[in-house]
């Protein structure tokens, strides 16, 4: 690999370096963004609320099994960076190998599950009948297009745990670009519905995938990773090291899927209407937190880094800065969303129902912009020491505990309908942001390190 393409971030300015490297991490998150906000646009202005209530509830169930590519994904990368630190280039090269592989091997079983257990699944989130053909046709296409979803998420995981995150901004924009063309294609005049759209985004990150593929292959003479056909293989001790921070990780998102799957089958029961306000504002509110996910996944990459490196007071005064930068970023996302709650709704449908509830959604749901930067920020310190455990443990508590006891607690037994379920999720991670907090300053990951210095 091109040394340029790598930073080093054990030395330095550490906000100058947390914003070089948050950078192209948060333009690939605004690019990677792109591809739901589009979906959700051109369906909801090509289909109205049903194609919308279609998408909203099918990237809820696909979003659960696309976890456990990113957990076992975000394990390697977090390994990686440890092991640059540490200067370790054959643990750098075996763990590269393992994750390939098993990841090879996941996104040839998903397809298969979600095919038999799709319609279940569905039909426990209560998915409006009038929508449910969409939703399942942008279900099972989604489901076939796992392969690329896990390849790309694989080798940017490598880029990024080695220092690189500008080549992964650079591939999702390609992506982007052809997944606008393509929904534009497949929606509008091939009227392929939310199928069409489910389509668009496969292929994108199939173009994606191949792209970054590529630009690996070509580099592989400077590179740990030698692409030989002997190298693709699981090494037990290393796959014991992505799994045990891979598998926390992937059981983090998972059981937020879970639990918003739980929110969305309360949700479809007020019907579509409420669905569609429901995926509008959640997309939205997607879109607002961007910075925070780009930041901290940069700043989990510096504690690695400096974990692996030694240096635990650079690692704490990362944190410290991450923290800080994103209440500026989310405190002026927070305003805009306030002031302007209509517009942003009217991007994606007219329907003055939708626009009334997405606006609520908006006014309460932004509240968590907040709650997000502490979250986020302190849970990027347990994650660049590989405590994965901990990111779990706060996000069952918001997710199982807070978000669908409190959603159903407001919105059903208190009968407060749709607007009890935005208040129960505004709520949440503010309980979670507690957690990652007290264990960031308990400095009892100061003694945590998996690997040790060649």
């Not at 745990?161 to 929904?183: C, E, K, Q, W, Y």
């Not at 091939?190 to 668009?200: D, K, L, R």
């Not at 690996?216 to 799994?243: A, Q």
């Not at 749901?365 to 994965?388: E, K, P, Q, R, W």
Request: contains cysteine; charged residues 10%.
């Amino acid at each position: 690999m091109n040394k340029s393409a790598s930073l080093d971030l054990t030395t330095g300015s550490i906000p100058r370096l947390l914003v070089r490297f948050s950078i192209p991490f948060l333009i690939a998150n605004l690019l990677q963004s792109v591809y739901s906000l589009v979906d959700m646009v051109i369906v909801g202005q090509l289909m109205g609320s049903i194609g919308l209530a279609g998408v909203s509830t099918a990237s809820t169930v696909t979003s659960l099994f696309t976890t456990i590519g990113t957990g076992l994904s975000m394990g390697g990368q977090i390994i990686l960076a440890q092991y640059q630190g540490a200067g370790d280039r054959q643990g750098q090269k075996e763990t590269i190998g393992t994750m390939f592989t098993s990841m090879l091997i996941m996104s040839v079983v998903i397809p298969i599950v979600c095919f038999f257990f799709g319609h279940p699944i569905l039909g426990l989130m209560n998915t409006p009948e009038e929508a449910y053909t969409e939703t399942w046709n942008y279900f099972i296409v989604c489901a076939c297009g796992t392969v690329f979803i896990f390849g790309y998420n694989a080798v940017c995981a490598v880029l990024r745990g080695m220092g690189d995150s500008t080549r992964p901004m650079i591939f999702v924009g390609i992506a982007s670009a052809a997944n606008i063309v393509l929904d534009i294609l497949f929606v509008g005049p091939f009227n392929w519905g939310a199928g069409g759209a489910a389509a668009a985004t496969a292929l994108s990150q199939g173009v994606s995938f191949a792209c970054s593929l590529v630009y690996l292959l070509k580099r592989k003479e400077g590179f740990v990773f030698d692409f030989k056909l002997s190298s693709f293989k699981i090494v037990g001790k290393r796959l014991k090291m992505i799994l045990k921070v891979g598998i926390p990780l992937a059981l983090q998102f998972s059981v937020l899927m879970i639990s918003m799957m739980f929110v969305m089958s309360i949700v479809n029961s007020f019907g579509v209407t409420s669905a569609a306000a429901y995926g509008v504002g959640g997309k939205i509110s997607g879109f607002a937190t961007i910075p925070v996910y780009a930041f901290s996944s940069a700043a989990s990459t510096m504690v690695g880094q400096n974990i692996g490196a030694g240096n635990i007071k650079r690692a704490k005064d990362t944190v410290n800065w991450t923290v800080g930068m994103l209440l500026v970023i989310e405190g002026i996302v927070f305003l805009v969303t306030q002031l302007i709650p209509g517009p942003l709704v009217k991007l994606f449908n007219n329907d003055p129902e939708v626009v009334e509830i997405g606006i609520q959604y908006l006014r309460i749901m932004s509240f968590t912009f907040i709650a997000h930067c502490f979250l986020d920020g302190y849970t990027s310190i347990a994650n660049g020491v590989g405590y994965s455990m901990l990111a779990l443990i706060s996000v069952a508590f918001d997710g199982v505990v807070l978000r669908v006891g409190l959603s159903y607690l407001f919105a059903i037994v208190l009968e407060m309908g749709i607007t009890g379920v935005f208040i129960g999720g505004a709520v949440a991670p503010f309980g979670a942001a507690a957690i990652c907090a007290f264990y960031f300053f308990s400095g009892r990951w100061k003694k945590r390190s998996l690997v040790e210095k060649a």
